[in-house]
Nanobody
Framework: QVQLVESGGGLVQPGGSLRLSCKISGIILSVFNGSPMGWYRQAPGKERELVATITGRGTGRGGLSYGDFVKGRFTVSKDNTQRTVDLKMNSLEPEDTAVYYC???????????WGQGTQVTVSS
């Protein structure tokens, strides 16, 4: 059974930082290594949008993608040993307030999976 469990959300002041982590279990290493994975977010009344993704090629050329609003503030990374995908967020703004979701796949015949989401609130 594939499971994605997010952690690290919370309340932070504007200008602060948070690190989100998504622990992935229930898949073999080769699928983890090859699958695209990343983070999306959804604010109240808005559609879910891409935050950051990392392909199976990892941090090499073409392996990373960020939403336009990120503007260098966030960094996505993955750990093949721990089977985690992390999102380091700096210089947070109130507009970053949303539920952040971890996504895995799709990859070949492997479907996509979503985590349950973690709330990030940026407020003074």
């Amino acid at each position: 059974q594939v499971q994605l469990v997010e952690s690290g959300g919370g309340l932070v002041q504007p200008g602060g930082s948070l690190r989100l982590s998504c622990k992935i279990s229930g898949i073999i290493l080769s699928v983890f290594n090859g699958s695209p994975m990343g983070w999306y977010r959804q604010a109240p009344g808005k559609e879910r949008e891409l935050v950051a993704t990392i392909t199976g090629r990892g941090t090499g050329r073409g392996g990373l993608s960020y939403g336009d609003f990120v503007k260098g503030r966030f960094t996505v990374s993955k750990d093949n040993t721990q089977r985690t995908v992390d999102l380091k967020m700096n210089s947070l703004e109130p507009e970053d307030t949303a539920v952040y979701y971890c996504r895995l796949g799709p990859y070949g015949n492997f479907p996509e999976y979503w985590g349950q989401g973690t709330q990030v609130t940026v407020s003074s």
